[in-house]
């Protein structure tokens, strides 16, 4: 872990209230030790309005503007350590990188993290975050998620933090053979999480839990 990184946290939050976090984290069954602990480094109040930064470490989803929100620290974990779960990924592909928290967490822990936005605002905001924090292994893009980033791939995971309707074919067609995918699947009757493995005859799906996400939208916007 970059120790700048670390250091750009203190004077904002203590060390027992990240620990809080971590502790609350815990309870709710995470146990990958390395998820757990880049939750405790990464700054996440930078990736907040500042008017919101004291709730920057409650297990909870806080908005970011333009109908967005940063996800509950639980979610972003449980996403995480579902992703990796028993594989060193070296080409992560992250759909919908909103604040870029989540592709943050992901840095540390996989070689290389694509991430599209399709909200400029939102993406160049991302951007000074990822530079802030030297975060050199992160390629942000404006792109319609949607349809993924296919030029970049093909990919050991990728993660996508908004919900289509169904498991979205293209998205599949760009992992390896063997690779995963973690997302939401559902409209307004509800959502699952789920974990999709690509085979030679298509893929394969695990349902985790029930989530709330925002809609997976397509084009572009300023």
Do not use: K, W
């Amino acid at each position: 872990m970059n120790p700048d990184l670390v250091q750009s946290g203190i004077g904002m939050t203590s060390e027992r209230t990240r620990e809080r976090l971590v502790n609350s984290l815990r309870r709710e069954g995470i146990r990958d030790e390395r998820v757990l602990e880049v939750m405790r480094t990464i700054p996440r109040h930078l990736f907040i309005e500042e008017a919101l930064a004291s709730r920057a470490y409650e297990n909870t989803a806080l908005p970011i503007g333009r109908g967005q929100t940063i996800s509950q620290p639980y979610i972003v974990a449980r996403m995480t350590e579902a992703l990796l779960e028993g594989r060193e990924l070296d080409r992560v592909l992250e759909v919908g990188t909103g604040s870029g928290y989540q592709a943050a967490v992901l840095s540390p822990l996989v070689r290389r993290v694509y991430t599209v936005e399709r909200i400029a605002l939102l993406l160049e905001q991302a951007r000074v975050r990822f530079r802030q924090l030297r975060l050199r292994n992160i390629h942000p893009r404006l792109a319609d998620g949607s349809m993924g980033l296919p030029e970049c791939g093909p990919y050991d995971g990728i993660m996508v933090t908004a919900a289509p309707e169904g498991i979205p074919r293209q998205l599949v067609e760009q992992l390896r053979p063997g690779a995963r995918m973690v997302l939401p699947v559902g409209g307004r009757d509800g959502q699952a999480l789920v974990r999709v493995t690509r085979t030679a005859r298509g893929y394969d799906t695990e349902l985790l839990e029930p989530v709330n996400f925002v809609p997976l939208l397509g084009g572009v916007e300023p």
